[in-house]
């Protein structure tokens, strides 16, 4: 078995930490940190040596080639987009992207396209949107929606059109990268 020296120093750490807290609590808590340390370490162990280094079997690695195309969007995403970002957006992002009366931050220029446009994946900004805007009701919109604004976002932060659509699932856009 092969662990390393972060391996033992983390569990230590772990191991010192729970016993220190059990002796603040008592006894009870005390023989049920233990037991937690000992099963964390027992598994730890088992696992470790179900990995042996020399193994037998020899691994086939298999490397999954995937094409990553820069982001597109169409003029018609735009569009709407422009209509949605306009009615839901603009308030606090301002309607020409940097900063409303709300304080939402700037979504055009050097801050946003060292943030996105680094060959980041489309996903990033998708699911920031997504999941995070609007702040308060946070994924209220259809996928659709969210695409088409950020394809507008897009636009305005002069990446081109090429005609092909901005797909609106996760796994599609993993695969487009934002890059002018």
Not at 29 to 37: A, P, V, W
Request: contains cysteine.
């Amino acid at each position: 078995m092969f662990f390393s020296l972060r391996f033992f120093l983390s569990i230590t750490k772990e191991i010192s930490l729970l016993i220190a807290t059990a002796v603040l609590v008592g006894n009870n808590l005390k023989f049920f940190m233990l037991s937690t340390t000992l099963a964390m370490l027992v598994t730890s162990f088992v696992l470790a040596d179900s990995h042996k280094k020399n193994d037998s079997v020899e691994m086939e690695k298999k490397i999954e080639v995937v094409e990553v195309v820069k982001v597109s969007y169409t003029k018609e995403q735009a569009a709407r987009g422009k209509k949605y970002y306009e009615k839901y957006c603009a308030e606090c992002h301002g309607k020409e992207f940097k900063g409303g009366v709300n304080g939402g931050p700037v979504l055009k220029g050097v801050s946003f396209l060292e943030k996105y446009a680094n060959g980041a994946p489309a996903s990033w900004l998708f699911e920031f949107m997504y999941y995070m805007m609007p702040p308060d009701q946070a994924g209220r919109f259809s996928v659709k929606k969210y695409t088409d604004m950020m394809a507008y976002i897009l636009k305005k932060n002069g990446f081109k059109s090429s005609g092909e659509p901005l797909p609106s699932d996760i796994e599609s856009l993993e695969n487009l990268i934002l890059e002018k």
